[in-house]
């Protein structure tokens, strides 16, 4: 037989069922380097103590109980968050580029920590609801600017929060010029920061994420008919307009109340969800939980990553994950061409 008549076998989905059970051991893992690793290392019997016998060592079991594990929790729930949404609007949109804080979220919500530090009137975790309230006023201008005769224009939803992205990002190059010796409050914000995660923030936050998850995977059938545009979910008895408007305020909801916990954490919605498409295919019922699992596990990993990289500093947790996430992001790229060349080069 002819070398050049041989076919030419195309690389594989992973097996659903081991991929999410891997990733979910992969979390385990990250959560307990989470937990174990930084200033003051804690081995696992140390950490297991922790919650067996508490008084053995009380210095240790604060640690372990009011710090190391809500950071760990909200650390997951943010990863999720992020990742989850970007894979829902990625869907929904038909666009590859599209990224959680398309939507004017992180923006709005830097500007609402900008003014509250100008302001003065929080600091630390008392950010949070300054940058949730910014984020949702964000989301609704961009709302509001999308819709065209009484129906929500995806192409004009997401240019208007890449203008109002962009306008709010001058306000916030202002507030950060009036600052002065405060930027860098601001600045430490931006770039990502778990410092003051705890265990309120870890509950309010997975009272959101995790209904979020669970709903966008419950959709996942429509947003796999989204793929073929508008007028094909039309076709199979979907109310479109309803359903937009719900993933949507559901995607900016999440990513809204991640970014008020975590600050602006970048490349996590837009790199996992193509990462787990890569590994088990594109139906969202499927990827929803796998997005959910691989977006905890990079941000927890990154934060452990930012807290014992060097001893008694922090790294940013966003420079972590654009380090991380755009070679992946590259990778799976370049694989995925490759894939489709060669499905061409081989195709009858």
Not at 34 to 41: A, K, L, N, R
Not at 149 to 163: P, T
Not at 257 to 268: E, K, L, N, R, Y
Request: proline share 6%; charged share 10%.
């Amino acid at each position: 037989m002819d070398d050049a008549a041989a076919p030419v076998r195309v690389p594989g989905r992973l097996p659903y069922a081991p991929t999410l059970v891997a990733a979910l051991i992969a979390c385990g893992i990250a959560a307990t380097a989470g937990i174990g690793f930084g200033d003051v290392p804690i081995p696992a019997s140390g950490v297991l103590a922790a919650w067996t016998h508490p008084e053995r060592d009380p210095a240790v079991t604060a640690i372990v109980r009011e710090l190391r594990v809500p950071r760990v929790l909200v650390a997951g729930f943010s990863g999720a968050a992020l990742a989850t949404s970007g894979a829902a609007l990625q869907s929904l949109t038909g666009n590859p580029l599209a990224d959680p804080y398309l939507m004017g979220v992180a923006s709005g919500a830097s500007v609402g920590v900008g003014l509250a530090v100008l302001l003065g009137v929080a600091h630390g975790a008392g950010f949070a609801p300054f940058a949730f309230l910014g984020a949702v006023g964000a989301t609704a201008a961009v709302f509001a600017l999308g819709r065209r005769r009484g129906s929500l224009d995806l192409s004009a939803f997401l240019l208007a929060g890449i203008v109002l992205g962009g306008f709010l990002a001058a306000w916030m190059q202002l507030l950060l010029s009036l600052a002065g010796q405060d930027q860098s409050r601001i600045l430490g914000w931006l770039m990502g920061y778990l410092g003051d995660a705890d265990g309120a923030q870890a509950a309010w936050l997975g009272a959101v994420v995790a209904p979020a998850v669970a709903a966008f995977a419950w959709a996942g059938r429509g947003l796999d008919a989204f793929a073929f545009g508008e007028d094909t979910a039309r076709s199979i008895g979907m109310r479109v307009e309803g359903f937009k408007a719900g993933i949507l305020l559901l995607a900016a909801l999440a990513t809204a109340v991640s970014v008020a916990t975590c600050g602006v954490v970048g490349f996590v919605g837009l790199a996992v969800p193509h990462g787990a498409r890569a590994l088990v295919g594109p139906p969202n019922r499927r990827l929803m939980p796998l997005c959910a699992l691989l977006g905890a596990t990079l941000l927890i990993a990154a934060d452990t990553v930012s807290r014992a990289a060097i001893p008694g500093r922090q790294l940013p947790l966003g420079v972590l994950t654009a380090l991380v996430g755009a070679p992946a992001f590259a990778l799976v790229l370049r694989r995925t061409r490759s894939d489709a060349a060669i499905s061409t080069d081989t195709a009858p």
